[in-house]
């Protein structure tokens, strides 16, 4: 079955870093778009970034940009995002999500992540 | 606040038809595609409907979307419980230069 696998939840004190991954197989993953969304507790959806994996070309919405670093592997068909210092709002479910195929970067989000929890707290 | 501008709540009973609207702009709406997402309360989102690729397998023909300019609505006819969810809509955004999302509408089946 194609899905996208993420890693588990995580419990962090602010000022930590953590890097958070997104799987899928080669055939779902390489050639098509990957995007982050974060939900905050009891809230919508926020589009952070999104990524192709084929060449690691990247884009940010400005809410994000500089706060949070995406990144791929290929040769893993693996999907990162990363804090380098954590706060207290950043306390989230995070999700991957698989957009557009090839050049389309605006391709619908046809397939998500099971979601990955990040809890921040002294 | 989001960019696209959703109702925070709609509601029905058992086979009545609901619609949910997504307000936007000439830089989103007006010009791209418009793609709704279901989250089922507990789980991850799924993708609905999206006007620029095939109907998701497994989503019934109850669900139905247009646009008309820089809005667009989801109509759900024949309302079941399992209907009940929170609906998001999303576009691109040519002046961000990426996504962008309604707030979320929680439909509630009375």
């Known amino acids: 079955e194609v899905q996208l696998v993420q890693s588990g939840a995580e419990a962090k004190k602010p000022g930590e870093s953590l890097k958070i991954s997104c799987k899928g197989s080669?055939?779902?993953?390489?050639?098509?778009?990957v995007a982050w969304v974060r939900q905050m507790p009891g809230k919508g959806l926020e589009w952070m970034g999104i990524?192709?994996?084929?060449?690691?070309?990247?884009r940010y919405s400005p809410s994000f940009q500089g706060q949070v670093t995406i990144s791929a592997d290929k040769s893993i068909s693996t999907a990162y995002l990363q804090w380098s210092s954590l706060k207290a709002s950043d306390t989230a479910i995070y999700y991957c999500?698989?957009?557009?195929?090839?050049?389309?970067?605006?391709?619908?989000?046809?397939?998500w992540g099971q979601g990955t929890m990040v809890t921040v707290s002294s | 606040q989001s960019v696209l501008t959703q109702p925070p709540s709609a509601s029905g009973t058992p086979g009545q038809r609901v619609t949910i609207s997504c307000s936007g702009s000439?830089?989103?709406?007006?010009?791209?595609?418009v793609n709704w997402y279901q989250q089922l309360p507990g789980t991850a989102p799924k993708l609905l409907l999206s006007?620029?690729?095939p109907r998701p397998s497994g989503v019934p023909d109850r669900f139905s979307d247009s646009k008309s300019g820089t809005s667009a609505s989801l109509a759900i006819s024949g309302l079941q419980s399992e209907d009940e969810a929170d609906y998001y809509c999303?576009?691109?955004?040519?002046?961000?230069?990426?996504?962008?999302f309604g707030g979320g509408t929680k439909l509630t089946v009375l």
């Open positions: 999500a698989r957009g557009g195929y090839s050049g389309n970067v605006r391709g619908a989000f046809d397939m």
């Open positions: 080669a055939l779902s993953f390489i050639p098509y778009w």
């Open positions: 990524i192709y994996p084929g060449d690691s070309e990247t």
């Open positions: 000439s830089s989103n709406i007006g010009s791209n595609f």
């Open positions: 006007s620029n690729s």
């Open positions: 999303a576009a691109w955004d040519d002046s961000l230069n990426g996504w962008v």
